[in-house]
């Protein structure tokens, strides 16, 4: 077995705090899970700090008494309303006409995410799109590829630094020595699509019952982000407000192979019907995959943070100083581009 992984995920009725183990196949051993009343946050956003730190010891305890583990490190799904998505262009001239080596796309890469940098904002996920050789021949991975100039297009998702920030009090004041956002979209999408099925273009909707992240899905990263928080009084509207996005996204691009909505609100019967009634036989309400104590749509971001957690386990140290996810990887040529990007 891998090291131990220990995640968090805030969703809109409990807190859910797990301690596990990936296996050898990608399976994963939940070693401890606890559970607690969310309160403290709505929509993402921490309102009283005081109970939220609450909530989460309660759930950690939990886990740790279960897995007789004490959590040091700990993963956690992260969303911010005001999240923007930033598309962002670099390129380096090579020494010469060579051979591109991982170090060159990892500069590049680097030099992308620097480009939009922004005090008041930390990007808390960051992949590029694709490459461009020489300004002429655009690629997936130019590991190995011979050229003069490497260029990239990178899509970078910001949240406001303050929003980062309190959830770095909470978990200091919950005695945790070290916190690892990450965008709940892409647990989402981890959570409910199999490895080796993650290249097909989709859009997938975690329509929360307090926040809802819509995003188009494919090549193993996310192309398009939009959010959307729900209140009290919009939540009689959801499906209408849901389709209006997912219709918004999908504008100006080639069709999506499926269109999958999870989170708690998939389970009401009129999801089935208004996305079934719009999208025919490409809708589907999705599940989580591969954890068998997380069923039902309203736990793939839980389950899907496991699988993140792991691959960010096995590529070493992700996180540059200021939340990028674009330095530092360790890993092959052909596993840097396919798997982490």
């Not at 100006?252 to 009634?277: I, M, N, P």
Request: aromatic share 8%; charged share 30%.
């Amino acid at each position: 077995m891998s090291s131990m992984l220990s995640v968090l995920d805030f969703g809109p009725d409990k807190v859910i705090a797990l301690i596990g183990a990936q296996k050898d196949e990608g399976a994963f051993d939940i070693l401890g899970a606890g559970d607690a009343r969310a309160r403290g946050v709505e929509g993402g956003e921490i309102t009283h700090l005081g109970d939220a730190v609450e909530s989460v010891v309660e759930a950690l305890r939990k886990a740790e008494r279960a897995a007789r583990f004490k959590v040091k490190k700990i993963v956690f799904n992260f969303d911010d309303a005001q999240m923007e998505s930033v598309y962002s262009r670099a390129s380096k001239t090579l020494a010469g006409e060579g051979e591109i080596e991982r170090s060159d796309v990892e500069e590049v890469c680097g030099l992308a995410e620097r480009l939009v940098a922004r005090f008041e904002r930390g990007t808390v996920y960051a992949k590029p799109i694709d490459f461009l050789i020489d300004d002429r021949d655009v690629v997936e991975n130019p590991v190995g590829v011979f050229g003069r100039k490497l260029g990239v297009t990178a899509h970078l998702l910001q949240a406001r630094s303050a929003c980062l920030e309190a959830w770095q009090k909470l978990l200091d004041r919950a005695h945790v020595e070290r916190g690892v956002p990450v965008l709940s979209a892409w647990s989402t999408a981890y959570g409910v699509l199999p490895r080796e099925d993650r290249k097909r273009r989709r859009l997938i909707a975690d329509a929360g019952s307090d926040f809802m992240n819509f995003f188009i899905f494919e090549n193993n990263r996310i192309t398009r982000y939009r959010a959307l928080l729900n209140t009290k009084a919009e939540m009689k509207e959801w499906p209408a407000r849901a389709l209006a996005v997912c219709r918004e996204l999908m504008e100006g691009g080639s069709e999506v192979e499926e269109v999958l909505v999870t989170g708690d609100l998939a389970e009401e019967e009129r999801c089935a019907k208004v996305f079934g009634e719009v999208f025919g036989a490409r809708f589907r309400v999705a599940s989580p995959l591969g954890i068998s104590k997380l069923s039902g749509p309203r736990f793939s971001s839980a389950a899907g943070l496991l699988q993140v957690a792991g691959e960010l386990e096995k590529k070493g140290p992700v996180l540059s100083k200021d939340g990028g996810l674009l330095t530092g990887v360790k890993a092959k040529a052909k596993e840097f581009i396919d798997e982490y990007f």
